[in-house]
């Protein structure tokens, strides 16, 4: 189940909420704005392929578990853009290219996960995309912050900068402490290819957030 798919029940995209290290939780407030009751429109969510369950809580809220977070990951690249901004600059200064600087932490992402698909192509890891395996604390962290992408696009305030580097960090501890590349004589896994296409992902939206605050995403540093 996707946002992308609850959102052409729910009538808006869901929020994610929570950290999903547990479960991948969303909530919408889409029973607000319509006609249909609160537990109708739960009804029919519950009914979709892939939702874990439905929680209804004061005000008519909607808190949505999906069962494979990863599944958001099919989409990415596919339900939009946003345009670049014209003449607004980058946010952030080139030096220093450390740590300390959050548009060196954005843009050094951007290059280990174009990194990593280099990488994968001359290591053989391939084969299906199999979602569920990204269940991991790192993984879910990075599939929990892609998952805002889609209210961002439509928000006035997205707020692109910070969660470019929101993303960024995030996927710095999955580079680093969930690899997606097999290491020394280790035979490429489906998971290898997971977190291959998590990587893809990452540098596909931070391309978008990137773009929207006026700046080219570099391949190398």
Not at 12 to 24: C, I, S
Not at 103 to 108: E, K, L, M, P, S
Not at 197 to 221: I, K
Request: hydrophobic content about 45%.
């Amino acid at each position: 189940m996707t946002p992308g798919q609850l959102d052409e029940v729910l009538g808006t995209p869901p929020v994610p909420r929570g950290t999903w290290e547990k479960e991948a939780l969303y909530v919408s407030a889409a029973a607000l704005r319509g006609r249909e009751e609160p537990e109708a429109l739960a009804a029919r969510v519950r009914a979709l392929p892939g939702v874990a369950e439905v929680r209804v809580r004061p005000g008519g809220f909607l808190e949505i578990v999906v069962t494979v977070p990863g599944e958001l990951l099919t989409e990415i690249g596919a339900a939009g853009t946003v345009a670049p901004s014209p003449g607004t600059g980058s946010p952030w200064p080139d030096f220093p290219r450390t740590w300390r600087n959050p548009g060196f932490t954005v843009r050094y992402a951007c290059v280990r996960a174009a990194a990593v698909q280099r990488w994968a192509d001359e290591l053989g890891v391939g084969g299906p995309f199999l979602p569920e395996l990204l269940d991991g604390r790192q993984d879910r962290a990075v599939l929990r912050l892609l998952a805002e992408l889609y209210g961002r696009r439509g928000s006035r305030d997205a707020g692109w900068a910070a969660y470019a580097e929101q993303l960024a960090l995030a996927y710095h501890d999955a580079f680093e402490h969930a690899p997606a590349l097999p290491a020394g004589d280790e035979e490429p896994t489906a998971l290898h290819t997971a977190r291959v296409r998590l990587a893809q992902a990452v540098r596909e939206v931070l391309t978008e957030a990137l773009a929207a605050v006026g700046e080219t995403v570099p391949d190398r540093l």
